[in-house]
Nanobody, 122 residues
Framework: QVQLVESGGGLVQAGGSLRLSCAAS????????MGWFRQAPGKEREFVAT????????DFGDSVKGRFTISRGNAKNTVYLQMNSLKPEDTAVYYC???????????????WGQGTQVTVSS
């Protein structure tokens, strides 16, 4: 399994931007599809975005489509989530995940980071 560490979370005003990073251990990073999920208090974990191992294919949850982008730097073993036009409803703990293929379901992924808090104030 791959070890994942997220960073970049914080407090931002509505309409602002944040970029999350997820650093992965190991030498086979490009073989993993990567995903971002989020979980707000009292809610289920929600799919945010995913990117294939090569970076050539991406998918986004309906609530973030057009506002968030996902990218990866395989040379740096890092995946990024650029979040623009943030809304208070984007407030959640954001988790990075790695798996053998892309997907919208948490069960698709086999490795998870510890999460990073994103808080959007109104």
């Amino acid at each position: 399994q791959v070890q994942l560490v997220e960073s970049g979370g914080g407090l931002v005003q509505a309409g602002g931007s944040l970029r999350l990073s997820c650093a992965a251990s190991g030498r086979t990073f490009s073989s993993y599809a990567m995903g971002w999920f989020r979980q707000a208090p009292g809610k289920e974990r929600e799919f945010v975005a995913t990117i294939s191992g090569s970076g050539g294919s991406t998918d986004f949850g309906d609530s973030v489509k057009g506002r968030f982008t996902i990218s990866r730097g395989n040379a740096k073993n890092t995946v990024y989530l650029q979040m623009n036009s943030l809304k208070p409803e984007d407030t959640a703990v954001y988790y990075c995940a790695a798996g053998g293929r892309s997907g919208r379901l948490p069960g698709t992924y086999t490795s998870w980071g510890q999460g990073t808090q994103v808080t959007v104030s109104s």
